[in-house]
């Protein structure tokens, strides 16, 4: 059965939910078509952060700032990448978007109002304030349609249930320490048990599966018409104008008529083994935490009719340093190790058991540094190294800090354990001598604070990833309880960053720099505003959200 609206967006996730939403509050008919079975795409999964400067919510909290710095911030750290249209069409968009949706949707949103940036050191670098998250969601209020909300990733969750930065993180990582993180935990896990047993699934969801929530909410509110399981295979056109979409249905072919055109969100190209093998480096090594269904879709339509993907950036991917789980199913997750590499007592090496990298700077360097450093014919692998204190304290990738228990995940070989560093060495195929060396050197430079190497614990940054109650750096910690653990670590992604090229309206351009006619991108199907590079935790959400929201404002107002 064929039908019509005025705007169809192809794919579910931040950006998609966006437009659809900020369409339909400018009165147009909107339908979204997702190829799953669930609403979110890898927006679900994620940890939720949004980067958006000089937003509205960052001004209740007093934080006001020029925007001219948001501005030589990125000038400072993308370098030849900058792009001024993007870029300007982003920072005057993105606090237009926040307050948006705050005042007209269920899309609320906390302040990171101590979240620095990722290379605070450098010119226009914020301090705080740049970042929201939406606010946690009692996924109830979804009704009948919370069977539509993908579930979080279960390798990032505690038994299901979604834990945000900042102090709820804190206070379960605290939990034995203090009686009040232990009242809130408790309080947590308590709510999070009780709707296991009545629904299933945690109702109290936050980070990227609260954002998804809220606007899942906001287009119900708005009369989106929302139809999962349905994959776009090719768009309509009419005299160069795009005019619609072909999706295959659970009951075949339906072709989709959008007057003011077609938005392209389907998630990039984390999943296309042609895309990966010529655009990812060690593409067999790389694990993407993507959703699986991210499979290149909206590029290739976007090509179709004349789409240009950008080929020039300075990463294809968001890079993330992440950990093969073997699961008691035997099937095998993904970890993402955000968290942990910032903290007091672990190391970073490769197999010649030395240092690469600063710890404690962003995901996307761990990875990049790791690459650059790999001699040739290496396989593309590191080790986060830790002592006893450290994996019982802070915990190690998926293995939590006490008191829950590690033997399981040292018996099926996701951790290695030993009594001495020259036998953990052997048993991860590390050089001993190399990492008995890099640890008494790593040490007796924690002991006083300073990390020769590295500068690790040198910016309010790093500072932020540490752990306050360690002096003098929060950032450092020698290692030396036995027995020390080893994960091994290789080259992963959130998602990938070569899109199609798009102008500061998301309308995707042709070869000759001119918009095609009803064609919008956002999200990983549009190239990154950022230019491959990675200056701030939420800068994936913050232009899939803005980018989502200008598309859907342009085509209500002037498509």
Request: glycine share 14%; aromatic share 6%; hydrophobic share 40%.
């Amino acid at each position: 059965m064929d039908g019509d609206c005025d705007l169809l967006v192809i794919g579910s996730g931040a950006a998609g939910l966006a437009a659809a939403v900020t369409a339909a509050h400018h009165g147009l008919r909107v339908i979204v078509a997702e190829k799953s079975a669930t609403l979110g795409g890898t927006t679900a999964w994620s940890g939720g952060w949004i980067w958006a400067p000089c937003n509205p919510v960052a001004h209740r909290y007093g934080i006001v700032e020029d925007p001219a710095e948001p501005r030589r911030y990125l000038e400072s750290v993308l370098g030849n990448a900058f792009n001024p249209d993007l870029v300007d069409a982003f920072l005057t968009a993105a606090p237009q978007m926040v307050g948006f949706f705050d005042a007209n949707t269920a899309l609320t949103f906390d302040c990171g109002a101590t979240i620095p940036d990722t290379y605070s050191e450098k010119p226009g670098a914020g301090m705080g304030g740049r970042s929201v998250i939406a606010q946690p969601y009692d996924a109830r209020g979804l009704g009948p349609a919370v069977s539509l909300l993908r579930k979080p990733m279960r390798e990032t969750t505690f038994w299901g249930m979604t834990i945000q930065a900042g102090p709820d993180l804190r206070a379960f990582m605290t939990a034995t320490r203090s009686l009040s993180s232990a009242v809130h935990v408790g309080r947590r896990l308590t709510r999070h048990v009780r709707d296991l047993i009545r629904y299933g699934r945690g109702m109290e969801v936050r980070n990227g599966n609260a954002l998804v929530a809220r606007l899942l909410r906001s287009a119900l509110d708005a009369g989106v018409v929302l139809l999962p399981k349905h994959a776009a295979s090719g768009l309509v056109t009419d005299e160069g104008r795009v005019t619609g979409a072909v999706l295959d249905g659970p009951e075949g072919p339906v072709r989709i008529a959008a007057t003011k055109g077609v938005v392209l969100a389907a998630g990039g190209f984390p999943h296309d083994p042609i895309r990966r093998a010529v655009q990812v480096p060690h593409p067999d090594a790389h694990l993407s935490l993507a959703l699986p269904h991210a499979t290149g879709d909206g590029l290739r339509l976007g090509e179709s009719v004349g789409g240009r993907q950008a080929t020039t950036l300075a990463s294809a991917v968001a890079y993330c340093p992440v950990s093969r789980v073997p699961n008691r199913d035997g099937t095998t997750g993904i970890f993402p190790h955000i968290i942990d590499r910032g903290k007091p007592g672990v190391i970073g090496v490769l197999a010649n058991g030395r240092r690469f990298t600063n710890e404690g700077l962003g995901y996307h360097d761990y990875v990049l540094d790791m690459l650059r450093t790999l001699p040739d014919g290496q396989a593309a692998e590191s080790w986060l190294i830790c002592d006893h204190r450290f994996i019982r304290r802070y915990g190690l990738g998926i293995v939590r800090p006490a008191p829950v228990p590690l033997g399981a995940w040292v018996r099926n070989g996701y951790v290695t354990r030993a009594r001495t560093l020259t036998a953990l060495a052997r048993a991860c195929g590390i050089d001993p001598d190399g990492l008995e060396d890099t640890v008494e050197a790593f040490n007796d430079g924690a002991r006083r604070g300073d990390d020769a190497a590295f500068g690790r614990g040198t910016t309010p940054y790093m500072r932020l990833q540490g752990d306050p109650d360690v002096a003098p750096n929060p950032c450092l910690a020698p290692l030396e309880h036995p027995p020390f653990y080893a994960v091994k670590v290789v080259p992963g992604s959130f998602g990938t960053f070569a899109g199609l090229q798009t102008d500061g309206s998301a309308r995707v351009l042709d070869a000759a720099g001119a918009p095609v006619p009803g064609l919008y991108a956002a999200g990983t199907d549009m190239a990154s505003v950022m230019g491959g590079h990675y200056p701030a935790g939420g800068i994936n959400l913050g232009p899939a959200l803005t980018f989502g929201f200008i598309a859907g404002r342009h085509a209500a107002t002037k498509a």
